[in-house]
């Protein structure tokens, strides 16, 4: 009546999924109580908190789950890529390079535009209330999470679907520890830098996961062909205009949003929107694999929708 494999595997991912609870919303348990921040802050933290996840829910999720599916299928659980068949193995290295390409532009992308829009979007939100304190420091500070928060999702995706039971509960005790650091890591930064050293602990959390998923990655391809991690970064061409894109928006936000009125609103938004399609363009054109594979995956779904 019970399939103990399967059973065994379960419990794993739930002691690992209660882990992750942990590590996810372990800020609050500190903040609740430890009482290291005033109500205030908190209440300025978790709406912040909550507009920087709407990407992660609304735009990281669902690739996620969608292609933690594919990879469950596609590879042989618990078995390195020379033990497997070539041809799938080839397949998934390159959906995994296409996909960390993506994750990543997006990442960068909201990094880049986050830390020059995110006072205009919390005076727009809620007013002087929410971007005269600490809140634009955070939601800068958390456009770099969100970075590597995306990064982290598809190395974990191809990660947890490619282990055997015996590497995920190996896996739950790497996830003990750095529950345990989250925790001290958040309680100390929060006492020397405030509610922002909340995003700091998670950042530092997120860095040693992608570590651990990457070296994972690394092991799982060392004896094959395929390197989905040697094409992740983007071109050269693509980050320069990164680059000037975080410089332009930067200085159009010193010079422009001093002034609160509207027309300054305005025409700091223009230059963003102007850099912003410079980097689609400069995308467009260079990362063809990229481009070539969201094709072909939106072809695929508009034809099955179709039929």
Request: hydrophobic share 50%; proline share 2%.
């Amino acid at each position: 009546m019970v399939n103990w494999r399967l059973a065994k595997l379960t419990w794993s991912f739930f002691k690992q999924s209660f882990l992750k609870q942990i590590l996810t919303e372990g800020e609050r348990y500190v903040m609740t109580f430890l009482n290291v921040l005033n109500f205030g802050d908190q209440g300025v933290y978790d709406i912040v908190n909550n507009l920087g996840s709407l990407v992660a829910r609304f735009i990281f999720q669902p690739i996620e789950e969608s292609f933690y599916i594919f990879f469950a299928k596609v590879l042989e659980r618990g078995k390195q890529a020379k033990q497997q068949n070539t041809d799938d193995v080839t397949m998934a290295a390159a959906v995994l390079e296409c996909l960390l390409k993506l994750v990543l532009l997006i990442g960068l992308t909201i990094t880049v535009f986050g830390y020059a829009y995110s006072h205009l979007a919390l005076d727009i939100y809620g007013g002087s209330l929410l971007s005269s304190g600490s809140g634009p420091s955070l939601l800068r500070y958390y456009s770099l999470y969100v970075l590597l928060l995306a990064v982290n999702g598809m190395t974990e995706c191809f990660t947890y679907a490619a282990m055997s039971k015996e590497q995920v509960d190996r896996y739950n005790f790497v996830m003990l520890a750095l529950s345990a650091s989250f925790l001290s890591l958040s309680y100390f930064l929060t006492q020397w830098q405030g509610s922002v050293g909340f995003i700091l602990a998670n950042c530092l959390n997120m860095t040693l996961r992608i570590a651990h998923s990457v070296r994972y990655i690394q092991g799982y391809f060392s004896h094959s062909s395929s390197r989905p991690l040697a094409g992740l970064l983007p071109s050269p061409a693509l980050l320069l205009v990164f680059l000037g894109s975080a410089g332009l928006t930067a200085l159009s936000e010193v010079l422009l949003c001093c002034d609160r009125g509207w027309i300054s609103r305005l025409v700091h938004i223009a230059v963003g929107a102007v850099c912003l399609l410079a980097v689609l363009i400069t995308a467009f054109f260079t990362e063809t694999k990229l481009v070539h594979f969201i094709r072909s995956q939106y072809l695929s779904r508009y034809t099955k929708k179709g039929m």
